[in-house]
């Protein structure tokens, strides 16, 4: 079974942690504020490359991104890439870095 959590502190950093029958095997690790939801890295464990777990990740912050009618800035370079590759899926939640078109 596969699980995501979000596992924050009290100032709201932390990870969004995947688990596949209980243990850990990827995160993407970011940040919130009262507006903009940041992420920084994605890491999935080697064992588990080719499943998919990044875009489960990647599907999981955008869902929470809207629910809490944030905006989200792709630091990580996954999640970057996939906003450039479709921007038609994230054009609402994308906070864009001066200079991006």
């Not at 709201?12 to 850990?24: P, T, V």
């Not at 489960?56 to 905006?71: A, G």
Request: charged share 30%; with cysteine; proline share 4%.
């Amino acid at each position: 079974m596969i699980e995501i959590k979000p596992e924050l502190d009290e100032k709201r950093h932390g990870s969004f942690s995947l688990y596949e029958d209980n243990i850990k095997m990827g995160m993407m690790v970011i940040s919130i504020t009262d507006e903009v939801f940041t992420v920084y890295h994605t890491e999935v464990d080697e064992a588990a490359a080719g499943k998919g777990f990044a875009k489960l990740l990647l599907e999981e912050i955008v869902k929470y991104t809207r629910e809490h009618n944030l905006k989200l800035k792709p630091l990580c370079p996954y999640v970057h890439a996939q906003f450039k590759k479709h921007p038609e899926l994230y054009s609402d939640i994308w906070l864009k870095t001066q200079g991006e078109e």
